[in-house]
C-alpha cells in the first residue's frame, strides 16, 4: 500500500511515439494561442493580417503566467483520460487561470454547445477572445460560468478541499486538482493536505494534487519555490504524500516525462484502490502526487525593454503591455505566431480535425464532467417528517428538551436514509453540539491511527471532524456542488 | 547553522539535582493545583476540611485537558529563565488553557500586584479560584485581562504567528509558544510554520515552537498525534525546524527530560543567533522546536465511571463532574489532595518561601515582562507632516494623480523615520497597490532562497509579504501587542 518511488530509468524513456508527441504539442500550441488571444485581441484572431495596435484590447487584464502549465496538463490529462477511460474532472487552484479553462472548454467543443454565440469558427474565435475580461463579457478568472469548473478563482486556498469534496463518495472519480505555490501558501491550503487522512481508498474516489511550482506570486517568489528540494519533499511526505517532481522547460522533454510520469502516478492510484478494493480493507496509503516546476509564463516573451520576462513574476499577469509602442507589438506578434496558429485552424477558423479528435467525448471532457456541473447528478434527499420527532407536551411549562438533542435524532434519520449522499461536517463538535443520536448509525470518518479508546472513529463514516473550519467549508462546498448534500456544525461565531 | 540532532545520551542525563527536581516538581503541583482549584472550588481553598459538594461550583465550566502540559512547560521555562537571565514571553496556543495562566501569574505574584483583591492568603486563593469562569469573574480561556498574555484564546490559529510577531525587531527577546495539536490542524496554523522563513537571526528574536501533543480534542484523537513519528518529523522538518521529540508520562523522568531537552534548545538558538551576529550575515537557519508528547489531563483522575480519563479525550473539560455522586467527590478530592496542597502554601495561604523564591523576578517573570504588556514599551511613531504630500493642483481638473502612490511615499518616510518599529504587512500586493516607493528605502523580508532576478527581497525588510492574510493579520497582531506599529494593506475585499 505505500509503493516507493519507482527508478528514474522509468521515466527517462518517453511513452509518446513521435506522432502522439506533434499532435500533444499541438494541442498545447492551440491552447496557449486561444489564451494569448483572450488576453490581448479584439480582431483578426487568427493573425490573417499583420497584428496592428488596433486589433488590441485597449485595457489589458488577465494572467498569463500560470496559464501554459494548466493548459500543459491538461493536454496531458486528457491523453491519459482517453487512455483509460478515466471518469475525471479538474480543479485549477491558480485562481486568475482563467483563460486556460475557457482555452480547453472551446477546444474540446463544451464551449460552443453551451454557449452556441461562441461557435467553433472565426466569429467565434473573435468573440471568445474579445468577450475576455471585458466589458459585458466573462470574467479573468474561472468561473461558474466556465464549464467544467466548480471552483471558483479568487480567494484562494480552497482547490484541496473541494477536490476531495468532490472525491468523496465518488468511488469512480479522478480529481486532478493544480495547486499553484502562490495560493500553497495560504492557510486553507496548507492544512488541507491533510484531507489525506479523511479519503477512503474503497468508497471514494482519488485525488491527484499537482503542485505546480512556477516560482513566483505577483512580484515576488514563492516560499515552496525557494525552500531545497529536499525540504519540499519532507514537507509533502510529512503530509502523507508520495511527491514526484518533475522540473524542466524544454517542451519536448517535457512532454516525454510528464507521459510517463501520469501513468506512473495513475498506476499507483490504481493498485492502492484495487488492493484496498480486493482486501475490503481501508487504510491509509501513501497516495502519490506531482510537483511539477516549469517557468512562470512558459513558452511566453523571453525579454521585454531589456527585462527578463519568461520564468519571472514580470509574467504573472500581461507581460508586454502598451503596445502602441512598435518593439512591444512585435514581440506580441512573434509571441502570437510562435504558435502557428495557421497549423491549428482551418479556413473556417475551426480547430483541424487531427486535433480536435485528441481530447476526450461527451462527457469524458473535463469541461462536460457532470461531476462539475452537480445539477445534472443531484439526488433527492430523502428526508423523514419532521413532525415525527416532535417533542411529547402533556401539559404547559413541564417537558423538558434539548432542541439540538432532537436535531440529533432527526440526522440520524437523514443518515441512515442517505447513506451515500449525505454528510455532516464540523470541527469536532458534534457531540458537543449535542447531536450525537447520529452515532447510533455511523461513525466519524478517520483513515489515521486509531487506539481502543476512540469514540466512533472508521473509515467510512458519515461525519466529517476537523478542528479547521475552513477544511469544513471547502469539503462541503466539493461535495454540494458535485450533486450531494451536508451540513455544518458549528458553534463558532464566525462561521455564521 | 544547521546543527544535527545530538546523540540521545545528552538528554538521558539530567542536569537537575535532587533539591531542584523535588522543587521544580513542587512548583508543577502547586500550579496544578490552582487550575483545579479555579475549575472546581467555591470555598475550602485549601481543603482544610474534608471537601464537600457545597464547597464545588454548581456549574462546572473549566479545561483540563491541556492545562497540566502548561503549567509543566511554565515550570520549566521559568527555571531557563532564571538560569539564563533571558527576557522570555510566553504565547498559550491552547485557548483553554486559562487556568494554567493565571495559576502561573499567580505564583509569581503578578496577580496579586495587578488584582490586590486577590492577594496570596487564604482569602485571595478563595476568591482566586471563585472568579474563574463565573457570573461576574473572569473568562476561562486566556484572556487579555491575564498579565502575560497578548494572545486571546478561542479562534484558534494565531500562536505562531503573535509569537513571531512578538519577536520581530526584539533582537533579545526569546518567545516560547505552545502550540496545541488542536490548533495544528487550523489552517492559519498550518500555514504559519512558514514564518521560519521571515525571522532574521541578526535583528529579530527567537521563537521556540512546543508543539505539544497531547493527542485529543474535544471528542477526536488529532491528526498530528496520530501519523508515525517519521512523517511527524519530516512534516516539520519541511517547514524548515529541528525538531526534538520528548514523549512520556513519568514526571520526574519527563523532569530530568526536559530540563535538559531546554538547555539543549537554547544552546542551539544562542548558537544560531551568536554565529549570524558575529559574522553579520542573516541566512536561515534550521531553528530548533520541540515536540512534547505527553498524555491529556496529565495527573488526572485515571477512570471515572469505569471509564479511562487520563490520557484521554475525556479529560478535556471538566473530567469528573457531578460531585453530588459521593464516588465523584472522592475522586475530585483524592485528586486535589494528590498534589498535597498543605506542603505548597503556609498557613496564611501563601506560597511557601522555598517555591515562592523558585520563579524569575520583576520584569524577567513571563506574567509581568513588558513586552507582553504593549503599552509599557510603546515608542511614538513619528509621522511626516502629510500636507508635504499634498498633490499640486495648478488649475481645477488638470492634475492627475494616484492615491496610493502618494500613500506609498508617505509610507515610505514613515518607514525612513521610524526604522525598528513600524512595518508594512501585505499579501504580495505591496507594488500591486502602487506602494513601490517605499522600496526607495527598504526591501522585502525574505530568507528563503534569492535569485538574482528577483526585486527588493532581504533579510532586513520592513516590508512582509506572504500570500496568507492570515499570517499577515497575525504577524501584525504579535507586533502590534507588543508595542510597535504596522500596515496592512491588501485588495481583498474580505479583509476589510
Redesign the interface.
Known amino acids: 500500500m505505500q509503493p516507493g518511488p519507482r527508478p528514474a530509468a522509468a521515466l527517462a524513456e518517453g511513452p509518446l511515439n513521435e506522432s502522439e508527441l506533434k499532435k500533444l504539442h499541438a494541442f498545447w500550441r492551440a491552447a496557449n494561442y486561444l489564451s494569448v488571444g483572450q488576453i490581448y485581441l479584439l480582431a483578426n484572431p487568427l493573425l490573417r493580417e499583420p497584428l496592428q495596435a488596433k486589433h488590441i484590447k485597449p485595457r489589458l487584464l488577465g494572467h498569463w503566467g500560470t496559464t501554459p502549465g494548466l493548459n500543459f496538463l491538461y493536454a496531458h490529462l486528457n491523453r491519459v483520460i482517453k487512455a483509460r477511460d478515466l471518469d475525471a474532472i479538474f480543479i485549477c487552484g491558480p485562481g486568475h487561470g482563467g483563460p486556460a479553462m475557457v482555452a480547453n472548454a472551446y477546444l474540446e467543443g463544451t464551449y460552443s454547445e453551451v454557449y452556441p454565440a461562441v461557435g467553433r469558427d472565426v466569429i467565434g474565435l473573435q468573440r471568445l477572445f474579445r468577450q475576455f475580461s471585458f466589458p459585458g463579457g466573462i470574467p479573468s478568472h474561472d468561473a461558474p460560468e466556465t464549464p467544467g469548473s466548480i471552483h471558483e478563482g479568487g ?3 480552497y482547490a484541496l478541499t473541494h477536490a476531495y469534496g468532490a472525491a468523496f463518495d465518488n468511488p469512480d472519480l479522478k480529481v486532478f486538482c493544480v495547486v499553484g505555490d ?2 500553497a ?8 493536505w ?1 484531507s489525506d ?1 479523511f479519503l477512503n481508498p474503497i468508497t471514494d474516489g482519488a485525488v491527484l494534487p499537482i503542485l505546480h511550482l512556477n516560482g513566483y ?7 515552496l519555490a ?3 528540494e529536499s ?10 504524500h508520495m511527491p514526484y517532481i518533475i522540473e524542466g522547460d524544454d517542451p519536448m522533454d517535457m512532454h516525454q516525462r510528464m507521459a510517463a510520469l501520469l501513468e506512473l502516478v495513475l498506476d499507483e492510484i490504481a493498485e492502492i484502490q484495487g488492493a484496498a478494493r480486493k482486501k475490503k480493507r481501508a487504510t491509509r496509503p501513501r497516495w502519490p502526487m506531482i510537483v511539477m516546476r516549469t517557468p512562470k509564463g512558459w513558452t511566453g516573451p523571453k525579454e521585454v525593454d531589456g527585462l ?1 520576462v519568461e ?3 514580470r509574467s504573472h499577469q500581461v507581460p508586454v503591455d502598451n503596445v502602441a509602442k512598435p518593439e512591444h507589438l512585435r514581440i506580441l506578434s512573434e509571441w502570437l505566431r510562435s504558435y502557428r496558429p495557421e497549423e491549428l485552424f482551418d479556413d473556417n477558423g475551426a480547430l483541424v480535425a487531427e486535433l480536435a479528435e485528441l481530447p476526450p467525448t461527451g462527457r469524458r471532457r473535463m469541461s462536460a464532467n457532470p461531476h462539475a456541473n452537480g445539477g445534472e447528478l443531484t439526488q433527492e434527499l430523502r428526508l423523514p417528517d419532521f413532525r415525527d420527532f416532535a417533542s411529547k407536551v402533556e401539559k404547559p411549562g413541564t417537558t423538558f428538551d434539548e432542541a439540538t438533542k432532537i436535531l440529533g435524532q432527526f440526522l440520524r434519520d437523514v443518515i441512515a436514509q442517505n447513506p451515500r449522499i449525505f454528510r455532516l461536517m464540523g470541527p ?5 453540539n449535542r447531536l450525537s443520536a447520529v452515532f447510533d448509525v455511523t461513525n ?1 470518518t ?1 483513515l ?4 481502543p ?3 466512533h ?1 472508521a473509515p467510512d463514516g458519515r461525519v466529517m ?7 469544513c467549508q471547502g469539503w462541503l462546498e466539493g461535495y454540494l456542488l458535485t450533486g450531494r448534500h451536508g451540513l455544518f456544525t458549528c458553534y ?1 461565531a ?1 462561521i455564521h
Do not use: M
Open positions: 480567494e484562494l486556498g502562490g495560493e501558501e495560504t492557510g486553507p491550503l496548507a492544512a488541507s491533510h487522512k506570486k505577483i512580484a515576488n517568489p514563492t516560499i525557494r525552500i531545497p525540504e519540499l519533499r519532507q514537507l509533502l511526505e510529512g503530509y502523507g527578463p520564468g519571472t513574476w469536532d463538535e458534534t457531540a458537543s466519524r478517520w489515521a491511527e486509531t487506539l479508546v476512540d469514540d472513529l471532524e476537523v478542528l479547521s473550519e475552513h477544511l463558532e464566525f
